[in-house]
C-alpha cells in the first residue's frame, strides 16, 4: 500500500487548491468528493488501490483543509477547479454530501459513484420524506441562503459536527466510526477540514440544500448508487437512493441491507472494483 502523497497547486489568481491520493501514481484517476466539513485527508480501500491499478485523489474542496476559500463559489465552479488537474479518463466517487459535487463532474468524468449519498432536497418527492427538524433547516437554507450561511460559519464546529454524525448514526456505523485508529482519523480529517473556520461547510450546505445546477435528469454518465438499508442519518438520501436512482438515466442502485453509511469503508472492495 502506497503512503498517502499530499498535493497543491495555484490555480488562477494564486488560489491554493489542495489534495490527498493514494495509489500507483499512473493509475487511473479517482476523484473522491468527500463528506460533510472534510478535509481530503480520509481515503478508503487504500490497500486495493495497487490491485487495480487505481489512483485515489482526494481534494480540499475551497474553504476546507488547506485549499484556499473561493467565496463565490458554486458546484459550476467545483467542475472547473477539478479541470485544472488534467486527468485522463477520471471516474468519481461522492460520499455523503460530496454526492453532488460528484454529480456535477459528469461532463468530466467516465462514470459516478455515489455512496450514501445526498439526493436532491428540492425534489418533491425526497423534500416530503425529510424528518421536519431537517426539513426546516432546508427550507431556512433555501429561503435566506445568505443568511444561513452566515449562521452556521458563525456556529458550526469540528467537534459540533462529529457529535452530529455519532448521533444520527446506528449503533453498527458508530462501532466502525469509532474504532480504534479509524476514529482518530476521522476526527483529524475533520479537524482539518475546520482549520480555516466552519465558512467552507457552511458554504457546502448553501451548494447541496439548494438547487443544483445540473438535474440529475441530464447527467449523462453511468452511476452505481450504494446505500446501506441500516444507514440512519436524515441528510442522506431518505429513501436509499430510489428517487435519484429513477431520475439518473443510467443509473443502478446496490442497496445492502446488513449495512450503514459505513459502507464505503466496510464494502470498499465492492465499490472500487466497480471503478476499474
Do not use: K
Not at 82 to 104: C, E, K, M, N
Not at 130 to 137: F, R, S, T
Not at 218 to 235: C, E, I, K, N
Amino acid at each position: 500500500m502506497t503512503s498517502p502523497r499530499r498535493n497543491l497547486i495555484r490555480l488562477p489568481g494564486e488560489r491554493a487548491f489542495a489534495w490527498t491520493e493514494w495509489g500507483p501514481p499512473a493509475g487511473r484517476p479517482v476523484i473522491f468528493c468527500t463528506g460533510a466539513g472534510m478535509s481530503g485527508s480520509l481515503g478508503f480501500g487504500e490497500d486495493l488501490l495497487d490491485a487495480f491499478g487505481l489512483r485515489l485523489i482526494a481534494p480540499d474542496r475551497p474553504g476546507l483543509g488547506r485549499s484556499a476559500p473561493d467565496a463565490t463559489r458554486t458546484l459550476a465552479s467545483w467542475l472547473a477547479d477539478i479541470r485544472h488537474l488534467d486527468l485522463t479518463d477520471p471516474v468519481a466517487v461522492g460520499f455523503s454530501q460530496g454526492a453532488p459535487f460528484a454529480l456535477a463532474l459528469s461532463p468530466l468524468v467516465a462514470a459516478i459513484t455515489i455512496v450514501c449519498g445526498q439526493d436532491d432536497f428540492g425534489w418533491p418527492a425526497t423534500a416530503s420524506r425529510l424528518p421536519a427538524e431537517v426539513a426546516a433547516m432546508v427550507a431556512e437554507a433555501r429561503r435566506d441562503p445568505a443568511g444561513f450561511e452566515r449562521q452556521i460559519a458563525g456556529t458550526a464546529t469540528a467537534g459540533w459536527l462529529w457529535t452530529m454524525i455519532m448521533t444520527m448514526s446506528a449503533p453498527a456505523d458508530r462501532a466502525v466510526f469509532e474504532a480504534p485508529g479509524f476514529g482518530g482519523r476521522y476526527r483529524a480529517c475533520l479537524d482539518e477540514g475546520f482549520a480555516q473556520g466552519a465558512a467552507g461547510y457552511a458554504r457546502d450546505l448553501v451548494l447541496t440544500w439548494n438547487d443544483w445546477p445540473m438535474a440529475p435528469e441530464v447527467v449523462a454518465a453511468p452511476v452505481q448508487l450504494w446505500y446501506g438499508r441500516q444507514d440512519t442519518s436524515p441528510v442522506h438520501s431518505p429513501d436509499f437512493g430510489a428517487t435519484l436512482a429513477r431520475r439518473l438515466p443510467r443509473a443502478t442502485l446496490n442497496v445492502v441491507e446488513d449495512q450503514g453509511s459505513a459502507i464505503l469503508w466496510t464494502r470498499a472492495r465492492d465499490i472500487l472494483a466497480g471503478l476499474r
